[in-house]
């Protein structure tokens, strides 16, 4: 009878073991519980395209720019736009929602730096910016954002606006 009562608990015991090493692991992995929106999902990738900078003292197209959109491990988005001519801002914190009627996306809320290129003198500043807003398309072919960056130091430019589109930049008559 002793052999058995032994025999019991060492079952018990293996059972016991397998379940707790099966144990469920969602915890480490944020996009798995459903803390990352399927529209979060849905626009991470890289869009081509250009800008066009407005801010004191320039109204001008710039070609060949990126944004690149990742997700962050809190769940939102980190954008990185780079233009080879001012720099590279990366926002973090953005929030994604479906537009109503499947009309596309909508970015909001988020913050971070720029890093600006200072073509005169070969350097390069850092500025906070915002994303203001932006939308891209349901197709995700088209993406406008609206990034605003303030240059603090004398003579800059104050606030600069820069407006991505994705797509050939029209020409200049």
């Not at 058995?4 to 073991?17: E, P, R």
């Not at 971070?112 to 390069?124: L, Q």
């Not at 906070?128 to 609206?146: E, F, G, N, R, Y």
């Not at 130091?153 to 407006?163: D, F, I, L, Q, R």
Request: proline share 2%.
């Amino acid at each position: 009878m002793k052999l058995k009562n032994i025999f019991m608990l060492l079952a018990l015991a293996i059972g016991t073991c397998a379940f707790v090493a099966c144990g469920d692991d969602e915890e480490q992995q944020p996009q798995d519980q459903g803390q990352v929106s399927q529209a979060t999902k849905e626009v991470v990738g890289t869009y081509t395209g250009w800008t066009h900078l407005k801010t004191n003292f320039i109204d001008k197209n710039y070609d060949n720019d990126t944004i690149s959109l990742a997700i962050t491990d809190d769940g939102t988005l980190m954008a990185t736009y780079k233009n080879k001519t001012w720099g590279t801002a990366t926002i973090t914190g953005i929030k994604a929602s479906k537009i109503e009627a499947g009309e596309g996306y909508k970015l909001e809320e988020g913050e971070g730096s720029f890093v600006m290129n200072n073509p005169r003198e070969n350097s390069t500043q850092e500025f906070s910016c915002k994303l203001d807003h932006a939308t891209i398309s349901a197709d995700k072919k088209q993406m406008l954002a609206v990034i605003i960056a303030n240059m603090t130091t004398a003579g800059a430019h104050g606030e600069m606006t820069y407006t991505f589109q994705t797509g050939e930049m029209p020409t200049e008559e």
